[in-house]
Each structure stands twice: as C-alpha cells, then as structure tokens.
C-alpha cells in the first residue's frame, strides 16, 4: 500500500509539472521588445502585439508593433505594416498558442 502511495504521488507531481508547462508563454509570440523606454510588457492577445504597462514610462498604455509604439488601438490598426500582420499567419500563430486561459500576459521587472 506504501508503494502505491508513493507511485501516485509521483504520477501526480509529474502530471502537474507537465501540465503546468503548458501554460507559459509560447515560442510563436513575437520576443518581447527591449526598449528601454518601457521595463514591463503585457502580451495583448486580441491585437497579437506586446503593450507597454510601466506607470512610469512615457509609453504606458502604448501598443509595440514593428519598433514602434502606438498610443491607440485605432493608430495601431491603421498601421499597414501591422495590417499586414494581422492578416498572417503569424498573428494567427500567437493568438491561439498564448496560453491556457489566458487574455494577457504579463512580463517584466
């Protein structure tokens, strides 16, 4: 009965741990920017780009496509080269492997 025990808390722990992995950020999101102007970056999955969340950067609230910041959704959206994104595979790639349960992701310092 130990043995059992033991074999099922095993099974269990690795079970969690896989489990666990799967929800993490995915290699299809496009890298997280390394602008200095911003330190902490939420992943907006409904627009497929990174947005700036430091409360003290100039850029809070701004939308990061292409090396560029964007202070609105509607600046963003009328950007033809994120246009062309958003109708690639690309975007379609990183809305649907973010994550499970996920809306935003959050990273930074």
């Known amino acids: 009965m130990e043995k059992t025990k033991k074999l099922m808390a095993g099974v269990s722990a690795t079970a969690l741990t896989l489990s666990l992995a799967g929800c993490g950020t995915s290699s299809s999101l496009p890298p997280k ?15 497929g780009v990174w947005r700036c969340d430091e409360s003290r950067s100039g850029h809070y609230g701004a939308y990061y496509y292409g090396g560029r910041y964007f202070n609105n959704k509607s600046a963003l959206n009328s950007d033809s080269s994120y246009i062309n994104y958003k109708n690639s ?5 990183a809305k649907t492997s973010s994550g499970f349960g996920s809306g935003t992701k959050s990273f930074g310092g």
């Open 89 to 93: 595979d690309s975007f379609k790639a």
């Open 33 to 47: 920017p390394t602008d200095q102007s911003c330190r902490d970056w939420d992943w907006s999955e409904e627009e």
